[in-house]
């Protein structure tokens, strides 16, 4: 007995938009009259893949638990595979007899490969459901691609108004499902050591909890965003990242939500819209320059005299570097899967300027304890402050972390939070523990070389050897 033709699947692919609010791919698949089958495929295999790291993984599990519950009340399953998608996704088709495949564009240049790649003798519909704007769309007049950020937002603002995002569909009529993997079969979640107790008190991944924690930050937070969005001691800014990065949240939700808030003309509206533009320039940046995870946009970076120093880089990685704001910052980003813009910052510049090792060193780190690590966001943000990458920060700009610290943590709120050894200096010093009086130090509790590492580089000299280390390289720059 053969079915009728439209009894065949609408296989939807979903990967980085595990929402059924504002997806397109999802609308299409259901505006097929199709049954759907909406299907995940776990990645590590195909050749280039970027395997996602451990916070990733942590997150992604919790978040396929929230997508499964708020599909299956629509009355649809969320199928599992693991594999290469090139593979997986044909095995599908052929299993299933699925007619047509929705999904949302890849961004990523691995991805678009494995897409590329594909045969699986049905259409492929592609939709955009990670940003605002097409990655390939947003042009110069003379047709390039925009390598500086302010011409590039502009560009999109003058794109037009943004479209409301799309409703959730309220029922969605299933496909018989295949045989599925679980999640536990995926392995996600750390064993032992259990590393993720931080995790789990600072977060709820997936889409209803994703939806709240905008409606709050746009009700709240976004009128004071500009004001306060570089204290890191503060809860200034969205945390919506990871959201954002897994799809569980629009950028299209996320914007029009921030335009639709009472007093909407502020100018915390107006930053919180650039912040999403420089994901969106990231993420063309990526589509444009398919190395940029690898490999310095300014070629003559591939000659800087990076040193290689495991001890150091250790010592960074464990916010063991007797720097208090940069300490604070790794040590958030262990305990928590995330940290604050400006402290990314702070740690990067000091990684690659202070210890002059090198940006990638640290934008692996970052990819594999980050819960929004993003292969665009991160790999365009660690060139920049390198001084590497397109618009960059030039590389002779130096942070001064204590500076810094003082700026931006002036009570030192942050670095108590998280250096708890450091709690109890008065914070003129906090910043600058080493220049405090022994007699403070000691009535603090604060052992320099005991308790708490004495610097594990001189600010100054580490200034001067990358400045030294930049003037050897730029002769052979234009
Ligand atoms: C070295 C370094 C590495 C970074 N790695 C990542 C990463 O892997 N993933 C990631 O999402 N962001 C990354 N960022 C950018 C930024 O730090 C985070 O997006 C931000 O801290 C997230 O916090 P939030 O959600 O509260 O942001 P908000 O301030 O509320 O901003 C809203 C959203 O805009 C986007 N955004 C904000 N700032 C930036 C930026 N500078 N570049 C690109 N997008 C931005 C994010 O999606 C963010 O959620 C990195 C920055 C640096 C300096």
């Known amino acids: 007995m053969t079915r009728p033709e439209t009894a065949r699947p609408a296989l939807l692919w979903l990967r980085r938009d595990l929402r059924l609010h504002d997806n397109a791919a999802l609308a299409a698949a259901v505006a097929s009259g199709r049954p759907v089958l909406p299907?995940?495929?776990?990645?590590?295999?195909?050749?280039?893949?970027?395997?996602?790291?451990?916070?990733?993984?942590?997150?992604?599990?919790?978040?396929?638990?929230?997508?499964?519950?708020?599909?299956?009340?629509?009355?649809?399953?969320?199928?599992?595979?693991?594999?290469?998608?090139?593979?997986?996704?044909?095995?599908?088709?052929?299993?299933?007899?699925?007619?047509?495949?929705?999904?949302?564009?890849?961004?990523?240049?691995?991805?678009?490969t494995a897409l590329a790649g594909l045969s699986a003798g049905v259409p492929v519909h592609l939709h955009r459901t990670q940003t605002l704007h097409s990655l390939d769309g947003v042009r110069t007049q003379t047709g390039t691609p925009y390598g500086v950020f302010t011409p590039y937002s502009r560009a999109c603002r003058v794109l037009g108004p943004v479209p409301p995002p799309l409703a959730a569909p309220a029922h969605i009529t299933a496909a018989p499902a295949p045989a599925s993997d679980t999640l536990e079969d995926w392995g996600l979640l750390p064993s032992r050591p259990d590393w993720a107790g931080g995790l789990r008190a600072s977060w709820q991944p997936g889409e209803p909890h994703a939806r709240r924690q905008l409606a709050e930050f746009v009700a709240g937070g976004v009128q004071t965003y500009d004001a306060l969005r570089d204290r890191p001691g503060m809860e200034s800014t969205s945390r919506l990242s990871p959201a954002l990065h897994f799809g569980e949240i629009s950028a299209r939700a996320a914007w029009q939500a921030?335009?639709?808030?009472?007093?909407?003309?502020?100018?915390?509206?107006?930053?919180?819209?650039?912040?999403?533009?420089?994901?969106?320039?990231?993420?063309?940046?990526?589509?444009?320059?398919?190395?940029?995870?690898?490999?310095?946009?300014k070629p003559a970076f591939a000659a800087m005299p990076w040193r290689d120093d495991p001890a150091q880089l250790r010592a960074w990685q464990r916010g063991e570097t007797g720097v208090p704001i940069v300490d604070a910052g790794m040590r958030q980003l262990w305990q928590t899967g995330w940290m604050h813009n400006?402290?990314?910052?702070?740690?990067?510049?000091?990684?690659?300027?202070?210890?002059?090792l090198p940006w990638q060193a640290g934008a692996a780190w970052f990819w594999d304890t980050l819960v929004?690590?993003?292969?665009?966001?991160?790999?365009?943000?660690?060139?920049?402050?390198?001084?590497?990458?397109?618009?960059?920060?030039?590389?002779?700009?130096?942070?001064?972390?204590?500076?810094?610290?003082?700026?931006?943590d002036p009570e030192g709120t942050y670095v108590r939070r998280y250096v708890p050894e450091l709690a109890r200096l008065p914070a003129q010093v906090i910043h600058a523990p080493w220049d405090a009086p022994a007699l403070v130090l000691r009535a603090s509790g604060?052992?320099?070389?005991?308790?708490?590492?004495?610097p594990i580089v001189d600010l100054a000299a580490g200034r001067q050897r990358a400045l030294d280390a930049l003037a050897s390289i730029s002769k052979g720059q234009p």
Not at 342 to 356: G, P, T
Not at 446 to 453: A, E, Q, T
Request: glycine residues 10%.
């Open 372 to 408: 929004d690590a993003d292969l665009a966001s991160n790999s365009a943000s660690w060139q920049w402050v390198a001084g590497c990458g397109a618009d960059a920060a030039p590389y002779f700009r130096i942070f001064n972390p204590v500076l810094q610290g003082a700026k931006f």
């Open 39 to 112: 299907v995940y495929v776990l990645d590590d295999d195909t050749p280039g893949a970027w395997r996602m790291g451990a916070a990733s993984r942590w997150w992604l599990h919790h978040s396929l638990t929230a997508l499964q519950a708020e599909l299956q009340a629509r009355g649809a399953p969320l199928v599992l595979r693991r594999g290469p998608v090139a593979s997986v996704l044909p095995a599908l088709v052929a299993e299933t007899g699925a007619a047509e495949i929705h999904a949302g564009k890849p961004g990523e240049p691995w991805a678009r």
């Open 342 to 356: 400006r402290v990314r910052m702070i740690v990067a510049s000091f990684l690659v300027k202070h210890l002059l």
């Open 258 to 297: 921030a335009a639709h808030t009472v007093g909407a003309g502020g100018n915390g509206v107006e930053k919180w819209h650039n912040e999403l533009l420089w994901r969106e320039f990231s993420a063309h940046l990526l589509f444009h320059a398919p190395g940029l995870p690898e490999r310095p946009l």
């Open 446 to 454: 604060v052992s320099l070389g005991g308790n708490y590492p004495a």
